[in-house]
């Protein structure tokens, strides 16, 4: 059986941009497997070129800055791919991904992959698109890093957490379904775990977030939103929260 997951609120998954044919046959693609809580799915530097989908779980994807530093570069739930860009190049992995629960996933060898995307051209555009849109979303991520103040580029993560991955709670708020720490979250957005503490302190006493061990719930999304410097127009569907742009 194959797993599939998204999130209608949020970004579509890779898997959710392929028609029922082109997904039908791509799953004819590689070796399924399953990894562990903190089990390494691919290596940073390592020179392996296969592409891995996911079917079921979360992955962190992480980068070492200098010999020493980590940071925590993204996150991928079930319909992401991961180890794109090495499987359509020679370099080496670029990052390290974890799985950060029970993963179920498929490993495509290069050779697999090249053949398959050379007689499925919209499964090839697709990957195209996907690796574009990240590129661009990296490109924001950075300048808002120079424009933004932590506790607004920390606002801002939060809204994308909770409209990619977040699910309905009780009481209208939002369980980000993404369990980080402090310092993850810190090394999302390039900040210091204690400023990322008292940030997150912050939206607490407003009584925009409440937070767990390792969990976030944002139990006021306009709010989130306005202290992101986002506009917002915000509609409560079926006890899900959808949320658009004010400028779109």
């Known amino acids: ?62 980068a070492r800055l200098g010999s020493e530093r980590m940071s925590l570069v993204d996150i991928r739930i079930a319909g992401d791919v991961v180890g794109e860009v090495a499987a359509m190049d020679l370099g080496p992995r670029s990052a390290t991904v974890t799985a950060c629960g029970h993963v179920a996933a498929t490993v495509v060898p290069r050779h697999e992959l090249e053949s398959f995307l050379f007689t499925n051209p919209e499964t090839w555009i697709a990957l195209n698109r996907m690796i574009c849109g990240r590129l661009r979303r990296s490109d924001r ?12 580029r920390l606002a801002r993560v ?32 390039g ?29 006021d999304l306009p709010r989130l939103r306005r202290a992101a410097r986002l506009g917002t127009s915000v509609v409560e ?6 949320v658009r742009d004010a400028s779109s």
């Open 1 to 62: 059986m194959t797993y599939y997951g998204s999130n209608p609120k949020g970004r579509a998954s890779f898997h959710d941009t392929l028609s029922h044919e082109a997904r039908a046959a791509f799953a004819q693609l590689g070796t399924r497997r399953r990894y562990a809580v903190g089990e390494v799915l691919m290596h940073e530097g390592d020179q392996a070129q296969e592409l891995v989908i996911l079917h079921e779980g979360m992955v962190k994807v992480t």
């Open 141 to 152: 991520w950075r300048l808002e890093f120079s424009r933004y103040p932590v506790a607004v």
């Open 158 to 189: 939060l809204v994308e957490l909770a409209t990619s991955y977040g699910q309905p709670d009780r009481k209208n708020s939002v369980r980000i379904d993404v369990n980080l720490s402090q310092s993850e979250f810190a090394a999302l957005i």
């Open 191 to 219: 900040s210091k775990t204690n400023t990322v503490h008292k940030a997150l302190a912050g939206l607490r006493e407003e009584g925009i977030i409440r937070t767990g061990h390792r969990q976030t719930y944002v139990r």
């Open 237 to 242: 569907l079926t006890g899900r929260w959808t």
